[in-house]
């Protein structure tokens, strides 16, 4: 099992360690413009889901952070 870090984790980096430890996770891509997310959305499995990334936002739902 991999080492857990200190500090606390992203979503993204969370679903990482899972994913080192054997855990199935869904696929998934951190993009970082809209561009590289459409890319990334053509090579999954229809629906997708759009989930904001950010240390400062706790509960993204709430603020309109996901979109299908």
């Given at each position: 099992?991999?080492?857990?870090?200190?500090?606390?984790?992203?979503?993204?980096?969370?679903?990482?360690?899972?994913?080192?430890?054997?855990?199935?996770?869904?696929p998934?891509?951190?993009?970082?413009?809209?561009?590289?997310?459409?890319?990334?959305?053509?090579?999954?499995?229809?629906?997708?889901?759009?989930?904001?990334?950010?240390?400062?936002?706790q509960?993204?739902?709430?603020?309109?952070?996901?979109?299908?």
């Amino acid at each position: 099992m991999p080492a857990l870090p200190a500090q606390r984790l992203s979503e993204v980096e969370a679903k990482r360690v899972l994913a080192a430890a054997g855990i199935p996770v869904v696929p998934e891509h951190l993009a970082s413009s809209a561009d590289d997310a459409v890319a990334a959305a053509e090579g999954l499995a229809q629906p997708v889901v759009l989930k904001v990334v950010s240390p400062d936002i706790q509960h993204k739902s709430e603020m309109g952070g996901v979109l299908l």
